[in-house]
């Protein structure tokens, strides 16, 4: 069947507004977020379709999907903040897996496919393994957030397995992203905005690794795994190789390509993950997909982007801040 118009949750958050903004002219999009945090109004893309609803809410989501009929429902909306986590799981409950349960319910009942766009942080930390994860590694969250995106996971494997729901379901699991539009929680917006403002970023003391995938090649693989994945199948998303480097390195980079700054060794966090390591040989051989950016430029064009985009920066930072303790 061919896909024209699908769902997409989370649309006004950081990666799946970079989705819609990169296949607008392909898909017919219709957007559902309930504008919580990540999100940012001024993120909608043009001819997106922006219904605010609650993925959790099973009568609402029920009622999108009778008017919109897609063809497929791209589930990128998650609370997806890791100090947040720790603090309170109860909302990442709700969202990562009654969300995803939901919609995974509808496009069952419906026959499409559905895309969980989910995350290499369900394998825990590689800090000690000889090898990298591939799709067969096992499983280990570290942290309530990666735990909910791995019991989403689960469950949704589960109705993909069972001739009851027989759900068309592939999974992404994307590396540590970067790109325009990621909300100043995380590392590189935020030193962004510590180096022009003249504040010391904080970094966490113990070095920790990190593939570091450019948000462009994370949405190519999205949309490769909702055309050509084999349903039932989960397909890991990695970076180029030279694309895992030490926190403190890419931060220094960003501070050269800054200009200007400061960096302040601080108290490693709970749950902290030393290593996310793995390779997407799976991907390159099903879906034709590889990523195309090298830290370099993943880095390069990242910054220019925040720097010629300053107000959004401190329009982002002004909403962090005003509800959280992580900035
Ligand atoms: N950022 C990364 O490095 C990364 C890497 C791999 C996978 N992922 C996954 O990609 C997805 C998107 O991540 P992101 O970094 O763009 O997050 P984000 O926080 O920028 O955006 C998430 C969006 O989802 C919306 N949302 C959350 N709960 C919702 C709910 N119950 N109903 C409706 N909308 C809701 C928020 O309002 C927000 O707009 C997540 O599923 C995340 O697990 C992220």
């Not at 009568?59 to 909306?77: G, H, M, T, Y």
């Not at 994860?133 to 949704?156: C, D, G, H, R």
């Not at 948000?215 to 990695?238: M, Q, S, T």
Request: glycine fraction near 6%; charge should be negative; hydrophobic fraction near 40%.
């Amino acid at each position: 069947m061919a896909i024209e118009r699908i769902i997409v949750t989370g649309h006004l958050g950081f990666i799946a507004s970079a989705f819609c903004e990169a296949y607008k002219g392909r898909y017919e999009i219709t957007g559902i977020d309930f504008a919580g945090w990540g999100s940012m109004e001024r993120n909608l893309v043009e001819g997106v379709k922006d219904i605010r609803t609650d993925i959790s809410d099973t009568s609402s989501i029920r009622e999108i999907v009778e008017e919109s009929k897609p063809d497929a429902i791209l589930n990128f909306a998650a609370e997806s903040h890791v100090d947040r986590s720790n603090e309170d799981d109860a909302s990442f409950w709700r969202s990562n897996v009654m969300g995803a349960r939901n919609l995974a319910l509808e496009a069952s009942r419906l026959g499409i496919r559905m895309v969980q766009v989910s995350t290499d942080e369900v394998y825990g930390d590689a800090s000690s393994s000889a090898e990298p994860w591939t799709e067969i590694s096992s499983i280990k969250p570290k942290n309530p957030y990666s735990v909910t995106k791995a019991a989403a996971e689960m469950l949704l494997l589960v109705y993909a397995e069972s001739k009851q729901y027989g759900l068309d379901l592939v999974i992404t699991r994307g590396g540590n992203t970067v790109g325009p539009r990621q909300f100043p929680e995380k590392a590189i917006p935020k030193a962004i905005w510590c180096f022009t403002h003249d504040e010391p970023f904080p970094l966490f003391r113990t070095p920790a690794r990190r593939m570091w995938l450019h948000v462009g090649d994370h949405v190519a693989g999205i949309d490769a795994a909702l055309r050509k994945g084999h349903g039932g199948e989960v397909y890991n998303l990695a970076p180029m190789a030279d694309s895992e480097e030490v926190t403190e390195t890419v931060i220094e980079r960003v501070r050269e390509l800054v200009g200007k700054g400061e960096i302040a060794k601080v108290e490693d966090r709970d749950s902290y993950d030393l290593r996310y390591w793995m390779v997407s040989k799976k991907a390159e051989q099903e879906l034709g997909w590889q990523a195309k950016n090298n830290l370099d430029e993943t880095l390069e064009s990242t910054v220019e982007w925040y720097l010629a985009n300053l107000d959004w920066l401190e329009e982002a930072y002004a909403l962090a801040s005003a509800h959280s303790n992580h900035l």
